[in-house]
């Protein structure tokens, strides 16, 4: 079954530790991979996809087709990123639909 | 600037009411799409629409119709409100091509159903 898999609910860092989000999915094809955020009040935004292989905001994520992972990282993390991040995959080019994580909600403490 | 603009920011209803949510794009979109976002369960896809007046099931069409008579344009209906469709609804859209675009967001529609 086509599955995306956050295994964290909750992720609490402090400023300046490295950040890591994890993202697992069950695909047997060759799927696209994106993260969404949604910060407080704000509507939910594309972060980054895994074929533009940018770095957003210092986020960067690797597609890792051997261990099926796109998990999300920043060396420092900043209290603006304290967000909801949505892991997400599109099973066939084109297809335009989504299926998406459970989320992991990112608290960065001062 | 892309916009995806949804009617109603909070919404409460009785069981048992008929219930519509608008949303509108103005970027031209093919593709629009319903989501729920409920905690610990993520987006689950209600309905989508690739084009105008066609549409597609996602995960959990139950309880739900969908309705694009014009290509800006997509409805979500709940036929008859129950408890258990309080929920963030969001509304999406896409643009199409030969990869998967990014789907822009409306700022999502908070119904409580009582």
């Known amino acids: 079954a086509q599955r995306v898999t956050q295994p964290e609910k909750l992720l609490s860092v402090f400023k300046g530790a490295p950040v890591e989000l994890k993202c697992n999915y069950s695909?047997?094809?060759?799927?696209?991979l994106f993260w969404y955020v949604q910060y407080s009040r704000q509507r939910l935004q594309l972060l980054l996809r895994?074929?533009s292989r940018e770095s957003i905001k210092g986020f960067t994520a690797d597609l890792n087709k051997g261990e099926t992972s796109f998990h999300l990282k920043k060396p420092f993390a900043q209290e603006e990123d304290s967000a909801m991040y949505y892991c997400a995959l599109s099973p066939t080019s084109g297809t335009y639909k989504y299926i998406f994580g459970t989320g992991t909600r990112l608290k960065v403490l001062a | 600037d892309v916009k995806v603009t949804q009617s109603s920011r909070y919404l409460v209803k009785r069981t048992g009411e008929k219930v519509f949510l608008e949303c509108v794009q103005d970027?031209?979109?093919?593709?629009m799409f319903w989501y729920r976002q409920d905690p610990g369960l993520g987006l689950r896809l209600i309905y989508f629409?690739?084009?105008?007046?066609?549409?597609e099931k996602g995960d959990i069409p139950e309880g739900y119709s969908v309705s694009r008579e014009k290509k800006e344009r997509f409805s979500l209906i709940l036929e008859s409100a129950s408890t258990n469709q309080t929920s963030m609804y969001l509304c999406a859209s896409s643009q199409t091509g030969t990869t998967t675009y990014e789907q822009y967001f409306g700022p999502g529609t908070r119904l409580t159903v009582t």
């Open positions: 970027m031209d979109h093919e593709n």
């Open positions: 695909y047997s094809g060759s799927p696209e």
């Open positions: 629409s690739y084009d105008v007046k066609m549409k």
């Open positions: 895994h074929i």
